[in-house]
């Protein structure tokens, strides 16, 4: 077929296989919300979790190579989509930020960013040589980091003053935008060596700390109130079920910033410093660890008996990918602090489980996207909460 297709063509899409679900192909770009990043974050931590494993296999790096390069296209084209969808229908873009479950997902573009920044450091350094991968690194990590900043602070004062919220409508996307300064502690962590000695690798270590706590304590606020809806107010919609397991995502990154960052902390702060947080990274460390165990445990039988009753495919189960690979990058961290067995074999064992997760919402993903389904708003979010009368 040759020609173009305005946003506003009425061919029938039937006609053309693809797309075939929506009015017609300009659809594509009228709800694309920031959700849609989760794609690219589920996409880039399988990449990077296998960089971290504590024992190799025959060919993982090189596989692990080219799912980051799928992740780095597919994060350009989710940009070059979103601009397009800001320009087309900048109302709509605008809304997102007014509807009470959509503006959670505000935090999937930052990490996105900084996941692949991670990525191209670990990975890409191969390909393109460390000076480019680390100024890649640098403006990926500078931007998210900056917008997660304003996430975390801009989405909890949206919903403190003007989204309409009821008892039982916090759900695990209310971790969404305070996440992001875990994983710029975690990533950033991987920065500090490539700064000048003294006061510039000095600020950056205090600040990456600063961030752990910002995303730590805010994700002491939020989980409580995640855990009273489920136990008073049940699950809920089945399409948001998934969103349980994002709560491991916040506890797998802090054992994965904490042990990273006792990295450079050893030589970067005075003393006795340098060990207490070497001693941090061991001791918090197991603590999160055994939590996002139980949760794990927990989130899995959810979904089970969700799946059983029909759980419909919708992009949160993005959900059941990078929660999971950060707690597999925490595993391997503890791994190779204490060479304990039962560290090794768990983060082989949840790596195995996260490249299974990734091969079937990617394959489902993948499917809705040609059909043209999920484009469509109520095929790629949770369902909406209940408002208070």
């Known amino acids: 077929m040759t ?27 009228a709800h694309l919300g920031p959700n849609w990043f989760a794609s690219v974050m589920g996409t880039g931590i399988v990449a990077n979790a296998a960089v971290t494993l504590p024992v190799g296999f025959a060919g993982l790096r090189a596989a692990a190579t080219v799912v980051w390069a799928l992740g780095a296209l597919l994060l350009l084209v989710l940009v070059a989509a979103w601009g397009v969808h800001w320009t087309r229908h900048p109302d709509t873009a605008r809304g997102h930020a007014h509807d009470p479950v959509m503006a959670q997902f505000w935090g999937a573009p930052p990490m996105a960013l900084m996941t692949v920044g991670a990525g191209t450091l670990l990975l890409g350094e191969q390909w393109i040589g460390l000076g480019p991968a680390l100024a890649v690194d640098w403006v990926l990590w500078t931007s998210g980091t900056a917008l997660g900043l304003f996430t975390t602070a801009w989405i909890p004062y949206r919903m403190m003053t003007t989204h309409r919220l009821a008892r039982d409508s916090a759900f695990g996307g209310w971790l969404m935008p305070v996440v992001p300064p ?17 006061q510039p690798r000095l600020t950056m270590l205090v600040g990456c700390y600063a961030m752990f706590g910002i995303s730590l304590f805010a994700t002491l606020f939020v989980v409580p109130q995640l855990w009273h809806r489920l136990v008073h107010h049940k699950t809920g919609s089945a399409a948001s079920v998934p969103t349980v397991w994002i709560v491991l995502g916040p506890l797998g990154q802090s054992v994965t910033a904490v ?7 050893e030589s970067v702060l005075p003393a006795p410093y340098g060990g207490a947080a070497d001693a941090l990274g061991l001791f918090y460390g197991v603590c999160a660890w055994g939590f996002a165990v139980v949760w794990l445990a927990l989130a899995a039988a959810l979904t089970v008996r969700t799946v059983r009753a029909g759980m419909p495919f919708a992009l949160t189960w993005w959900s059941f990918t990078f929660p999971v690979g950060t707690v597999v990058t925490g595993t391997s961290g503890l791994a190779e602090r204490t060479h304990a067995v039962l560290f090794v074999v768990a983060a082989v064992v949840l790596y195995l489980g996260l490249v299974l997760a990734w091969i079937t919402v990617a394959a489902r993903t993948a499917r809705g996207s040609y059909r043209g389904g999920l484009f469509d708003p109520a095929g790629g979010a949770p369902a909406r909460p209940r408002v208070p009368c």
């Open 3 to 29: 020609g173009t297709i305005s946003a506003d063509s009425t061919v029938p899409t039937g006609r053309l296989g693809a797309l075939r679900e929506l009015d017609h192909p300009g659809r594509v770009f």
């Open 182 to 198: 875990m994983v710029s502690a975690a990533n950033g962590a991987l920065l500090v060596e490539h700064l000048p000695a003294g």
């Open 259 to 265: 042990n990273l960052l006792a990295g450079p902390a």
